[in-house]
């Protein structure tokens, strides 16, 4: 999950659209090589882990695969457009899940079934989370495959749970309850000062948490074709004042906009009991934590929710057909039982496919550390990210009214009627596409 504004990037593709789909790069037909972009984020050595990964594909196919380490995802879907436009482009990347509809429209990747699939490509798609196929299939194609996935959890001191008389074995799985255990949890004027909880509203993280809350509500955000918004529904408004509560009613959160960059952080200091965070941080937490913790799904309204994200592998369109093949190959290689257990162990993100928690390596690993086998059981009660044509723009702008009800300059009912009449002004155009 990436944590700054990507609105530089939609200015940067605005009006592309022509350019990539300009005629693919002429090569050789025997594919030795491949580059693929790939964002660096969240606390673990990325960087080594996918050069292990390619110098270990590489003894065992013969194809090279070069790895380019573009930063954000952001950063990575903006370089490999100015890659593609100069005429030496990847052939693939790892972009963000919910880039689905914006690439789309940029006509900038090609979906797995153009590509080719055949028996066994089909049963190893068939292998993956249901909740990872969000934001993965559209118009009844596939248009990337899972690999860095994550799910937004609930992290909680159950030290501080104790100790304010709460039971450590059992999240509250209802706001109310929530509200009430966050208000126990806070301590602002003994030493030391402690919030009950935090959940981040900045840019790039704001919507992520509010779908997660949505989530636990029975509410979708948007449709599946990415066309239309659902922010002033009265779910969606009751979300966002229960938010606004946290603060307000339980005094049990910061007032106005909490920054993700700092959540794992005040975690680890015992600033704050409880963090809305990513599953992808469960490695660093698990490395720093001096006390005993713990994972649960958001609390809902009244059943618990929560939402997926992370990135995706994205195949591109101006590559050879070849290029394409070789491409899903090392998809298909990179996604095994064994090395998804791996990745998933050595950085956090969940486990894409079913079966790589059946491998041993991975049931070992839970049976020493089982807070790692939480988020599999919360992926039935997920939905997909926020994500639609123009979806960084969408997601800013969402995240700017949150800001402004967190923040006591608008109501949630009014910040979130304005969030929907911007959102459907931008995808009015991509109603009839």
């Given at each position: ?19 990539l789909a300009a ?15 790939y ?15 390619c ?7 013969g ?14 879907l ?7 436009r100069?005429?030496?482009g ?15 429209a940029l ?15 089909r049963k ?5 989370w249901?909740?990872f ?20 959890i ?14 450590p074995d059992h999240y ?8 009430e255990?966050?208000r126990?949890l ?32 029975d ?8 066309t ?6 009265p779910?969606s408004?009751?979300t966002?004042?229960y ?35 990513s ?5 660093a937490v698990?490395?720093?934590?001096k ?16 939402v ?5 592998v994205y195949i ?6 070849e290029?394409?093949?070789a491409a899903?190959a090392f ?6 039982p ?5 990745w ?7 486990a894409v ?10 049931q070992d ?12 059981s919360?992926l039935?009660?997920?939905r ?11 997601q800013t ?8 009800a967190?923040?006591g300059?608008?109501?949630?009912a ?6 929907q009449a ?5 995808l ?6």
């Amino acid at each position: 999950m990436n944590r700054i504004t990507r609105r530089s990037v939609l200015a940067g593709t605005a009006g592309s659209i022509g350019a990539l789909a300009a005629p693919g790069i002429v090569r050789a037909a025997t594919v030795k090589e491949l580059t693929f972009f790939y964002p660096v984020t969240v606390s673990a050595p990325m960087a080594q882990i996918i050069d292990g990964y390619c110098q270990q594909y590489a003894k065992e196919s013969g194809v090279t695969v070069k790895a380019s380490y573009a930063g954000t995802y952001p950063d990575a879907l903006s370089k490999a457009i100015t890659a593609i436009r100069g005429g030496n482009g990847p052939q693939f990347s790892v972009l963000l899940t919910s880039d689905i509809h914006t690439v789309q429209a940029l006509d900038l990747v090609v979906p797995l079934e153009d590509i080719g699939l055949d028996a066994a490509d089909r049963k190893w798609l068939d292998g993956f989370w249901p909740a990872f196929m969000f934001n993965t299939k559209v118009g009844g194609k596939t248009w990337s495959v899972p690999f860095q996935r994550s799910t937004e959890i609930m992290l909680y001191n159950k030290e501080a749970f104790a100790k304010a008389g709460l039971d450590p074995d059992h999240y509250p799985t209802d706001w109310k309850a929530q509200g009430e255990a966050a208000r126990k949890l806070t301590n602002r004027t003994g030493s030391p000062q402690t919030w009950g909880v935090q959940l981040a509203a900045d840019i790039t993280s704001g919507h992520w948490t509010f779908g997660a809350l949505t989530a636990g509500n029975d509410v979708n955000l948007m449709n599946d074709a990415g066309t239309e918004v659902f922010f002033d529904v009265p779910k969606s408004v009751a979300t966002l004042e229960y938010w606004v509560d946290l603060s307000k009613t339980y005094n049990a959160t910061p007032p106005g906009v909490t920054y993700w960059s700092t959540l794992v952080t005040n975690f680890l200091r015992g600033d704050t009991a409880i963090i809305c965070t990513s599953s992808g941080n469960l490695s660093a937490v698990t490395a720093g934590a001096k006390f005993a913790f713990d994972a649960a799904l958001p609390a809902g309204n009244p059943t618990p929710g929560t939402v997926v994200g992370g990135g995706n592998v994205y195949i591109f369109k101006h590559a050879s057909k070849e290029e394409q093949k070789a491409a899903l190959a090392f998809a298909r290689w990179l996604t095994a039982p064994e090395r998804a257990a791996d990745w998933s162990i050595r950085t956090g993100y969940v486990a894409v496919t079913r079966d790589a928690f059946d491998t041993k390596t991975m049931q070992d690993y839970i049976a020493k550390h089982p807070v790692a086998g939480r988020p599999k059981s919360f992926l039935p009660s997920a939905r997909g990210e926020l994500s639609t044509f123009e979806d960084a723009r969408i997601q800013t702008l969402l995240e700017n009214h949150i800001a402004a009800a967190l923040s006591g300059k608008a109501t949630p009912a009014a910040a979130l009627q304005a969030a929907q009449a911007e959102a459907t002004a931008i995808l009015r155009r991509y109603k009839n596409m």
